[in-house]
């Protein structure tokens, strides 16, 4: 099974910054990784696909960048709005795994 | 626009059944396979099975093998999850979502598993 290590599991920043989260694959994985956005009590929605693509309305701060192993989810300026939890999911081979989750709060 | 409604959750006995179901539209269902994936309470996400467009490919999670079984009914636009042989562990909220991609998700489907 192909094991997806995320980093860091919670992250306390402020309005306006830029943020990364880190998604590392144990094996390589093409760029058949996606980025999904939570809220408490809702459904996950997708924000990056394909790795780097990002899904149709999603505003332009929300980019994904990497392939093979190592792959990043950056929101350049954070809006209130954008305070979630995040995973990535890999899709290149069964079964399907996410990361743990990085739980995005106000500081 | 893509819906997905899942429903069937409950409470369910340990060693007992449940039948979820999610209703599709605003696609063409039978072309996108279709997946299963569970957020226990205060848990991150698990990928639970999928099934592809004809229900020629199905994958299970280990966790669920040989309890859990997926299955479709594209006339009906319809995906279903026969959960058997219930565990407490198998407490969860379950999202059906589309596409080998998962690009499309339900607003979920709470099952609870308690004597």
């Known amino acids: 099974d192909i094991q997806m290590t995320q980093s860091p599991s919670s992250l306390s920043a402020s309005v306006g910054d830029r943020v990364t989260i880190t998604c590392r694959a144990s094996?390589?994985?093409?760029?058949?990784l996606g980025w999904y956005q939570q809220k408490p009590g809702k459904a996950p929605k997708r924000l990056i696909y394909a790795a780097s693509s990002l899904q149709s309305g999603v505003p332009s701060r929300f980019s994904g960048s990497g392939s093979g192993t190592e792959f990043t989810l950056t929101i350049s300026s954070l809006q209130p709005e954008d305070f979630a939890t995040y995973y990535c999911l890999q899709h290149y081979s069964y079964p399907y795994t996410f990361g743990q989750g990085t739980k995005l709060e106000i500081k | 626009e893509v819906q997905l409604v899942e429903s069937g959750g409950g409470l369910g006995k340990p060693g007992g059944s449940l039948r979820l179901s999610c209703a599709a539209s605003g696609f063409t269902f039978s072309s996108y396979s279709m997946n299963w994936v569970r957020q226990a309470p205060g848990k991150g996400l698990e990928w639970v099975s999928s099934?592809?467009?004809?229900?020629?490919?199905?994958y299970y999670a280990d966790s669920v093998k040989g309890r859990f079984t997926i299955s479709r009914d594209n006339p009906k636009n319809s995906l279903y999850l026969q959960m058997n042989s219930l565990r407490a562990e198998d407490t969860a909220v379950y999202y059906c979502?589309?596409?080998?991609?998962?690009?499309?998700w339900g607003q979920g489907t709470l099952v609870t598993v308690s004597s």
């Open positions: 099934i592809s467009s004809s229900s020629s490919y199905i």
């Open positions: 094996q390589g994985i093409r760029n058949d």
């Open positions: 979502a589309r596409d080998s991609w998962l690009d499309s």
